[in-house]
């Protein structure tokens, strides 16, 4: 059941993470290979459905969403062919509005296939002004999946207002990593904590403000 609409929309955080916070290339091994990263694919081998539940309940909360253009070009190569009416992800994917911020598609590049062909929108510009004008938009939730370059300039201006994360119980040791030490250093409140018969801790977290120091 859809939750009723805030006022203003929060940006939220879906990400798959391994234990020691790499994101990158979760769904398989041509997902994304810069870097060299030769480790793509990692999730598969979960499949929970756990999982599953989750992500479908917290893309009902989705008033529109936010990617880069390598997480566009992914969700556009699948999403669309997903027409089944009774899957709740692929009809809130295609129907609702897609904001893709990129400096290399063009307005024509930027669309979206099948029967919402004008729910994709380009971002170019100031991106930083352009997102926090969106979050002044009424609605429930802007969500960013993948993304990673996308989000780590949110990071940096403090803008993501909460963080769902699934934590997989692996180390991969190199790969692109949600945190960098280029953001501010954050203490996170846990809204909701569980583990599922895999192993995979779904976590909800909301910045709670700065970092607080102290002698044990």
């Known amino acids: 059941m859809r939750r009723s609409v ?16 790499v994101m990158q290339a979760p769904g398989g091994p041509e997902e994304d290979r810069s870097g060299a990263f030769a480790r793509g694919g990692w999730q598969a081998p979960f499949p929970d459905p756990a999982v599953g539940e989750f992500v479908t309940e917290l893309n ?3 008033s529109a969403f936010l990617l880069g253009r390598r997480t566009f070009d992914i969700f556009r ?3 669309p062919d997903q027409t089944d009416p009774a899957n709740p992800i692929a ?34 510009g100031d991106v930083i002004a352009t997102v926090q004008g969106l979050k002044d938009e ?4 802007l969500q960013i999946w993948g993304s990673g370059k996308l989000l780590q300039t949110l990071l940096q201006h403090e803008l993501v207002d909460r963080f769902r994360l699934m934590t997989f119980p692996l180390v991969l040791g190199s790969g692109r990593r949600l945190f960098n030490d280029r953001i501010r250093p ?5 809204v909701d904590l569980t583990v599922t018969e895999l192993g995979i801790v779904v976590g909800t977290y909301e910045p709670a403000g700065p970092v607080r120091h102290a002698q044990m």
Request: with cysteine; proline share 6%.
């Open 77 to 79: 190569g699948y999403w």
């Open 138 to 141: 009424p609605g429930d939730e």
């Open 6 to 21: 805030c006022i203003d929309m929060k940006l939220t955080v879906q990400t798959f993470l391994t234990l020691d916070g």
């Open 186 to 190: 954050t203490t996170m409140r846990p």
């Open 91 to 124: 009809t809130a994917i295609n129907s609702l509005p897609k904001y893709v911020v990129s400096n290399s598609l063009s307005e024509a590049d930027a669309t979206w296939r099948g029967e919402h062909p004008d729910t994709a929108r380009l971002v170019t």
């Open 60 to 62: 009902s909360h989705a």
